[in-house]
T-cell receptor, first 111, second 112 residues
């Protein structure tokens, strides 16, 4: 079955800096890759997603890149703000079916 | 906009008791997913339903069962509860089996 690895597990940045989180998936059939932000005790919230027919997608300060050959995808957050502090999960699935999540990255943005 | 509704939001049970968690998907969403998230863990897929039929099954214990009803709401039934079942249980819905999943607020289950 699908397995998703996520790095780093924790990431601390200064406000205004960029943050990059990387994920690797194992199943080449996976074609949908969402990123979720989760605050403590709250629901995962979709922040951006990408499908395998696209190499990059951007939404304001957030961008995701996908390398199908290498089977990895990355989340880029620019101009980080303290409210970006949360746990970020990548996930992979086939046709947006069941999501297989990475182990999460705890991002801390210091003012 | 309407969101996924889960009830109850918090539930405290004793070992060996049973629990029923309910999920009401976003209107016109016909697909429901259940995930379990232990403390400090990532969400783990349990089971999914599409048009009231089970569509996939993950790491769901035999003590758990679930179904989707004619109004598309879903219930997760958990029996012989164990301490290790303490977790956040999320339900997610999507407009079809091939679309974005939207998560509900979760049910926090504590087994004492």
């Amino acid at each position: 079955g699908e397995n998703v690895e996520q790095h780093p597990s924790t990431l601390s940045v200064q406000e205004g800096d960029s943050a990059v989180i990387k994920c690797t998936y194992s199943d080449s059939a996976s074609n949908y890759f969402p990123w979720y932000k989760q605050e403590l005790g709250k629901r995962p919230q979709l922040i951006i997603d990408i499908r395998s027919n696209v190499g990059e997608k951007k939404d304001q300060r957030i961008a995701v890149t996908l390398n199908k050959t290498a089977k990895h995808f990355s989340l880029h957050i620019t101009e980080t703000q303290p409210e970006d502090s949360a746990v970020y999960f990548c996930a992979a699935s086939y046709n947006t079916d069941k999501l297989i999540f990475g182990t999460g990255t705890r991002l801390q943005v210091f003012p | 906009a309407a969101g996924v509704i889960q009830s109850p939001r918090h539930l405290i049970k004793e070992k060996r008791e049973t629990a029923t968690l309910k999920c009401y998907p976003i209107p016109r969403h016909d697909t429901v997913y259940w995930y379990q998230q232990g403390p400090g863990q990532d969400p783990q897929f349990l089971i999914s339903f599409y048009e009231k039929m089970q569509s996939d099954k993950g790491s769901i214990p035999d003590r758990f069962s679930a179904q989707q009803f004619s109004d598309y709401h879903s219930e997760l039934n958990m029996s012989s509860l164990e301490l290790g079942d303490s977790a956040l249980y999320f339900c997610a819905s999507s407009p079809s089996a091939a679309d974005t999943q939207y998560f509900g607020p979760g049910t926090r289950l504590t087994v004492l």
